[in-house]
């Protein structure tokens, strides 16, 4: 099976613009989360999408937002960009259910914000 | 919500030295607790999970050790190499769907 995949992998954006980050989960899995990795904040989480709805959402400003498709792709927005957003955006996908927990991660988009 | 602290933050050992890596979780829900490696430049690969009614569960070289009444738990790399070397991350999921709380990550340095 592919992997997780994400688009596109670096980024550059001016403060103040917004910016669109796609994924694309493994095959037959239909949750993917989504995930901010600073050096000074490690892994934070953003949201979780399962079967197109919103499922969980971490504490981060409604600047972010995303949405997730009937195929299972998820995009994430980041809109009014600051300095601080910039990061590496990780995504990850897994199936749902009590015995299907494990989060396969992809290879995040490297988003610069000068 | 969960908080998950973990420790130490960066760690040396030795090749063929063991290392251990510790975090504690704050929310008695939680019930998976995954460990993920990262090397440099790389995606964080989940290496070893544990669920809350198991105290142990080993693979190879690598443990985990799960002690719910005290809410922390461990990783233990045996026999280490130097291509252990990488940031590790524990997390913890609180139940509440595929919501994962992580640690601030481990790098270990092995030494040849």
């Known amino acids: 099976k592919a992997g997780v995949t994400q688009t596109p992998r670096y980024l550059i954006k001016t403060r103040g613009q917004q910016v669109t980050l796609s994924c694309s989960p493994i095959?037959?899995?239909?949750?993917v989360s989504w995930y901010q990795q600073t050096p000074g904040q490690g892994l934070q989480f953003l949201f979780e999408?399962?079967?197109?709805?919103?499922?969980n959402k971490g504490n981060f400003p409604g600047r972010f937002s995303g949405r997730q498709f009937s195929n299972s792709r998820s995009e994430m927005n980041v809109s009014t960009l600051e300095l601080g957003d910039s990061a590496l955006y990780l995504c990850?996908?897994?199936?749902?259910?009590?015995?299907?927990?494990?989060?396969?991660f992809g290879p995040g988009t490297r988003l610069t914000v000068t | 919500g969960e908080n998950v602290e973990q420790h130490p933050s960066t760690l040396s050992v030795q090749e063929g030295d063991s290392a251990v890596i510790k975090c504690t979780y704050s929310?008695?829900?939680?019930?998976?607790f995954p460990w993920y490696k990262q090397e440099l430049g790389k995606r964080p690969q989940l290496i070893i999970d544990?669920?809350?009614?198991?105290g142990e569960k080993k693979d190879q070289r690598i443990a985990v050790t799960l002690n719910k009444t005290a809410k922390h738990f461990s990783l233990h790399i045996t026999e280490t190499q130097p291509e252990d070397s990488a940031v590790y991350f524990c997390?913890?999921?609180?139940?509440?769907?595929?919501?994962?709380?992580f640690g601030t990550g481990t790098s270990l340095t092995v030494i040849p």
């Open positions: 990850a996908s897994s199936l749902d259910g009590p015995s299907s927990y494990e989060q396969y």
């Open positions: 095959s037959g899995h239909r949750s």
């Open positions: 999408y399962f079967s197109e709805t919103q499922r």
């Open positions: 929310d008695s829900a939680s019930n998976y």
């Open positions: 544990i669920r809350s009614n198991v």
């Open positions: 997390a913890a999921n609180p139940n509440t769907g595929n919501q994962f709380y």
